[in-house]
């Protein structure tokens, strides 16, 4: 019992000082006297949101890593489209599979209404994010704060930075490590798929023709494969059809992901990939075995995605709308 104490304190204080080690110019507590209120706000809202649609947290969550992972943690997934102009939000990659929008425009309300011109979108992002892993059972963790707004978002810019569904896990590794990120790291943000839904249509390939055999992908459990079937019927082109990405705990974040993973019931190619690798194999089972060490990590990562290629001091601006950028 003293060993487990111990480990959590080593893990917890891994934890403080990766949140600690970030870009120099963001800090733990940005706003204490500029909008000190601002973290509490952002809480509210995401609780309350999920009250009404517990998928909202994944929603969240989900739209910090598409916003990170092109152009950097600036909001610019936030943008809307214009007649000259198709926007991230609107390429393939994210159409569709995108949501929480509304959270962020109510959290930007008000914030405009007591502190104007004061709080940027990316750092709602980041907080709201947070906010989602912890109502959903996850670690809490501190965001270092400061980020600025960015003022270009392409469609384009998406097709080279996200991950697929499709991806194997060398391509997995490799975009991953273009980001700054380990392999190991790679597997356990992986697990963010342990909450939220996906389309029919980004896994439809592994239960029909697969490959151009007329079968299912063989590495997928038939039983797994028999039910997303059902819920999934060929030459359907329904595009609201969705699943669970964890039947079992759907609004939880937890080690259910690496369950499924073990069981050949990961959802995407991207997911049970993870077992075609040696080492990621290992890194999956580590994950079921330990739940608070996932945890930990898990939040760590978060932490360092966080950070990637933001905008601070007089870069950017501070969008008054997080749908627009600034006229």
């Known amino acids: 019992m003293r060993s487990r104490k111990l480990n959590f304190v080593s893990i917890t204080f891994v934890v403080v000082l990766l949140c600690q080690s970030v870009h120099s110019q963001l800090q733990i507590g940005f706003y204490r006297n500029s909008c000190s209120l601002v973290e509490l706000i952002v ?43 198709k926007a991230e939000k609107d390429s393939p990659a994210n159409n569709h599979s995108l949501r929480g929008f509304a959270v962020i425009d109510n959290v930007k309300a008000k914030l405009e209404d007591i502190c104007k011109g004061v709080v940027s979108c990316a750092d709602i992002v980041a907080f709201a994010a947070r906010d989602s892993i912890e109502i959903t059972g996850g670690l809490g963790y501190d965001v270092p704060s400061g980020r600025r707004d960015g003022k270009i978002s392409l469609a384009s810019d998406t097709f080279t930075n996200l991950p697929t569904p499709s991806f194997n896990v060398d391509q997995l590794t490799q975009i991953f490590a273009k980001k700054g990120f380990t392999q190991e790291e790679m597997v356990t943000l992986s697990g963010a798929h342990t909450i939220g839904r996906s389309h ?98 898990f939040a760590a990562a978060m932490v360092k995605m966080g950070q990637l290629d933001v905008l601070t001091g007089n870069v950017g601006e501070i969008r008054s709308n997080c749908r627009v950028i600034n006229s």
Do not use: E
């Not at 994944?58 to 489209?81: E, N, P, Q, T, Y």
């Not at 075609?276 to 079921?288: D, E, L």
């Open 43 to 85: 809480k509210d809202v995401v609780r309350d949101s999920f009250i009404r649609d517990h998928g909202v947290a994944a929603g969240l969550v989900k739209l910090h890593f598409s916003d990170c992972f092109v152009r950097g943690c600036d909001a610019s997934v936030l943008i809307d489209s214009t007649p000259s102009n």
């Open 200 to 297: 029919c249509t980004s896994f439809s390939n592994r239960l029909y023709n697969f490959n151009g055999t007329k079968g299912q992908d063989p590495s997928l459990d038939f039983i797994y494969a028999s039910w997303l079937k059902r819920l999934c019927p060929q030459g359907n082109t329904n595009p609201n059809l969705v699943v669970s990405m964890d039947p079992s705990s759907p609004g939880s974040t937890d080690t259910g992901y690496y369950v499924n993973v073990l069981a050949n019931r990961g959802l995407f190619t991207s997911d049970q990939t993870l077992m075609t690798n040696t080492v990621t194999a290992n890194q999956v089972n580590q994950s079921k075995r330990n739940p608070l060490l996932w945890r930990s990590k």
